[in-house]
């Protein structure tokens, strides 16, 4: 393809008349091209053909040039790095000079701004959008999105003002919270506990207003991930299900069919299982009541584990992308009744959960993840785990983590209550 650089530059001289906003989109487009000249992608591919588009259009009289600059916005929001995303905003903000009752040009300065990480000025263009947009219905995900994006921001308005004597990451210059990403929200939250203490108000307060901003942030960005009716479910949804139940931990060991402890089963309000345990029926019977997986490599689960009925499915997985594309793509319709949501995704380096160092979370097994977050809300009367205490069920780190909190322990080894 012609690289439009020097048809972009013929054109300016051709044309000094030329209205300053266009002028400037041109400008900034050749200064793109040229800053990514030997590294282009597909999605870059098309942006410098949409910018050739938009050069054709400034040399031809009855040619739309305002369609094809918002083309050259839109095809760099889909570039998606932050020099496109740069162009974006550009080309958007020429566009409002332009046209200042452009629809068009409104939501693309409001994508672009969000993109970048804007989120309060980008509420302001969804704003101008929606205020020229008569159905608001065909609007939904705008309108969504200003909700999520002024939750966020709450959150963080909140989170800064807890401590107000600090130097709060969360503030900038002026004293107002800016648009913060989670990894650093996630340091702060850290460095307040390892200051203060869980058992500071402040601190607990911090946590689940981290816990609210990270599960805003997932939802921002998947619209609907969940199938077949099940109920999304936050940590505060999990620790009301649990609260006052007692609930045993079982293994898929195959030395349970020795005891048969199915109906012993019946003893518990929540009986639980993990991975493929339960697709076998060893004696443990194959009631589930709460069912917890972790995704991992390019074959996450075995499928009769995922048709199990279970009232509660949890889905750990430390990669955000993979995590989302499974809850969407994978889970099992009418199979699960609730089903965690982006804040019971990673329990263990989750700050606002257990967030402790020492777990490797790609090799912890997903019974000890299970096991830690349910020890961690701590709102069971009676915690059991049945077949773990078997040599091999679990690794030496997580059987010690165990045996260090065992209250009492079965001559078989069978039955370990923490509670």
């Known amino acids: 393809m012609t690289n439009p650089l020097a048809g972009l530059f013929k054109a300016r001289q051709k044309d000094a008349a030329r209205p300053d906003p266009l002028a400037r989109s041109m ?6 091209l040229a800053e990514q000249a030997g590294t282009a992608t597909s999605r870059h591919a098309r942006l410098t053909k949409a910018i050739g588009v938009l050069t054709a259009s400034l040399a031809t009289p009855s040619a739309d040039s305002f369609d094809a600059l918002l083309q050259v916005g839109q095809r760099a929001l889909e570039a998606g790095d932050e020099s496109a995303l740069q162009l974006a905003l550009g080309v958007a903000e020429s566009s409002t000079e332009l046209r200042q009752r452009s629809k068009g040009a409104w939501r693309l300065r409001g994508l672009a701004l969000d993109g970048l990480g804007r989120g309060d000025e980008a509420v302001e263009s969804y704003e101008r959008f929606l205020a020229l947009q008569s159905d608001h219905g065909a609007a939904a995900d705008v309108v969504r999105r200003v909700d999520t994006l002024r939750r966020r921001r709450d959150c963080l308005d909140e ?4 401590f107000p004597e600090d130097d709060c990451p969360l503030r900038d210059a002026a004293g107002w919270p800016t648009s913060r990403t989670a990894p ?3 340091a ?14 402040s601190v607990r307060r911090l946590i689940d207003l981290y816990a609210v901003y990270r599960r805003l942030v997932e939802r921002g960005r998947t619209a609907d991930p969940l199938l077949g009716g099940a109920t999304p479910i936050d940590v505060s949804g999990l620790r009301g299900l649990l609260a006052g139940r007692t609930v045993c931990l079982v293994s898929d060991a195959e030395e349970l069919t020795a005891i048969s402890p199915g109906p012993a089963l019946d003893a518990y309000d929540l009986v639980v299982r993990c991975d493929s345990a339960g697709v ?3 004696g443990t019977g194959v009631r589930t009541d709460l069912h917890a997986v972790t995704l991992r490599g390019a074959a996450p689960w075995a499928a009769p584990a995922w048709t199990r009925p279970a009232g509660i499915r ?4 430390d990669a955000a992308g993979a995590w989302r594309r499974a809850i969407r ?3 099992v319709p009418g199979a699960q009744d609730h089903v965690g949501d982006a804040s019971l995704r990673r329990p263990l380096s989750d700050p606002a959960l257990l967030g402790e160092d020492g777990w490797d979370t790609r090799t912890t097994t997903t019974a000890f993840t299970t096991l830690r977050l349910l020890d961690f809300l701590d709102v069971s009367p009676r915690l059991d785990l049945i077949g773990f205490g078997l040599p091999g069920h679990l690794p030496p780190e997580e059987a010690e983590w165990v045996m260090d909190r065992a209250t009492h322990i079965d001559d078989s080894k069978m039955r370990i209550a923490l509670r």
């Open 314 to 317: 949890l889905v750990f997985g």
């Open 27 to 32: 400008r900034l487009c050749g200064e793109h």
């Open 329 to 331: 793509q994978r889970l």
């Open 188 to 201: 702060y939250v850290r460095a307040k506990v390892s200051e203060h203490g869980m058992g500071d108000p």
């Open 159 to 162: 989170a800064a003002g807890l």
């Open 184 to 186: 650093e929200f996630a």
């Open 280 to 282: 076998r029926d060893q």
